[in-house]
């Protein structure tokens, strides 16, 4: 079914929301050299003034300025933008925290900006940390302390919510929590302590002149009031569009159960959702950062637009049909009959999920291994159901530890057959890598338990085990449930099911591993050619090639240069 023409609105706003992160990202830069400065306090004034001097030495350059302004600029006009395009204002509780934090800096900044910055470039003063300590102890001191967490907060917040669907983030969470939180702490600690002691050793008199404040005050109250305008004039906004919107004719949004909602045309199909109250999933906020709002086109489909490039994007990662969209970037124009496809209780914050990628699905390249025990069935045959159990978990207990030695991570155990992952957080390379090193543990594995439960055995304990790499959708199943912190992280893919096949293919070959080239090739290793082989897996046209060896293979790293004499 053909689309209208991509709305230029909607590829806009892929363009605003990278210049908001981006010039966001500048500010946090901006704040943490400033405050890292401020610690400096901790240990002397004069390591303060040190560090001053390489502040601005970046920040007080031409290019530096030129980057803080126009990041301040662009972020203040685009949350402005943002919000005044808003069709509802129902928010999650960190949107509006961070909206209003954002609101309540220029309050307690332009005063401080002004009479830093602005004098030093009117009236040549000197901003130096002993006049502007001078300056805030210890009257200004609450004030400029409630603007630091202020801005910290702000930024650690959008921060927070930026990297919380990235697969690398969630290890160094709680790492991270300590240093957002240490940071103002030992930024409070620096510069009041600093304060505190200049006033008790040094008797410096007050830096400002009458004639500064006589022009930084009415400065900064006119700032703050065109500030505080345009928050008005966007409030005015919100409003008027929503009186408009119940003067214009609606369509009608058809929900499951034949639920209809009426709405003027202009608000996205999620904030549609929102506005009355209909449950729909949006993890990332409603930022096209990921695809929990997705939602299938019943009827309608050819009165919206085509999707515009982030929206694409994103529809492409998932391999999503032309009746799949994107309730956050879809606005209707004619009435719509939707089903969203992710339950909005799957997308509860549950305890332990926030901030957890895994919880939400990440796709990333890893190494998959399947290892299974031949002939289990005959060694179970004869022996007693304890006997069985025993026997069962010595072998999965052993093939796990020679896995979590090699760097990998347990997926499942099935039956008497194990499926690992390696790669998921030091790339595929070292996954690759640290997957062939377990194949050779597990066969010493196998070696010592031969030996150990030899007199038990009626023939020797062997596996079979196929590994294959590429990129895996990885993702912890059964966390809709609510219990999502504790489910364990699974891959998904083609790659799995040709790792399993892989392994079947040990009873073909004969041989005990069969390897794909792309696993090789991956970790950097060459082997004897005479292993190498091609097999056909279902669904591709082209038959794999593949290596079927016997660990430990003898493999050549291609990786590693050899030493040059010395002369």
Known sequence: MAHKKTSASADGQGIRQRLRLGSGLVLLTFAFSHLLNHMLGIWSIEAMEAGRRIFLAVWRSPPGEILLLSALLVH??????????????????????????????????????????????????????????????????????????????????????????????????????????????LASWGWIDAGRRLRLTENIPFPLTPEMTAWSDPLVAMLRS?????????????????????????????????????VAPGPTLLEISKMNGIPHADVCGGRARCSTCRTRILDGLDTLPAPSATEAKVLARISAGEDIRLACQVRPEAPLKVQP????????RVSGSDGDAYHWGVEQPAAILFIDLRNFTGLAETRLSYDVVFLLNRYL???????????????????????????????????????????NAIAETMERLNVELGPQLSAPLRVGMGLHAGPVILGRIGAVSGNGASARITALGDVVNIASRLETATKELGHSLVVSSAVLEAAGYTCDLAGRTEIAVRGRREPLDVFALDPPARLVDTLSQPAVPSA
């Open 341 to 348: 496809l992710v339950p909005a209780s799957g997308a509860v």
């Open 397 to 439: 207990g052993e093939t796990a530890r020679a896995i979590e030695a090699c760097g990998g991570y347990v997926d499942k155990f099935i039956g008497d057959g194990v499926m690992a992952i390696f790669g998921m957080k030091d790339g595929l390379q070292a996954g690759c890598r640290n997957a062939l090193a377990a194949t």
């Open 76 to 185: 203040v006009a685009l949350a402005l933008w943002k919000t005044a395009r808003r069709r509802s204002l129902r928010l999650s509780a960190w949107q509006w925290a961070q909206l209003l934090l954002g609101l309540a800096i220029p309050f307690l900044l332009l005063p401080h900006a002004i009479g830093t910055g602005g004098l030093q470039e009117r009236f040549g003063y000197d901003d130096t940390y002993r006049n502007v300590l001078t300056v805030l102890w210890p009257g200004l001191i609450f004030n400029q302390t409630v603007l630091m967490l202020l801005v910290w907060l702000h930024g650690m917040i959008g921060l927070h919510f930026w990297l919380r669907l990235k697969a690398g983030y969630a290890p160094f969470k709680p790492f991270l929590f300590a240093f957002a939180l240490l940071v103002p702490v």
């Open 226 to 262: 065109g500030f505080y305008a345009l928050v008005a004039l966007v409030i005015v906004v919100i409003v008027l569009r929503a009186l408009v919107r119940r003067s214009r004719q609606t369509i009608e949004i058809t929900y499951p159960g034949d639920r209809v909602v009426k």
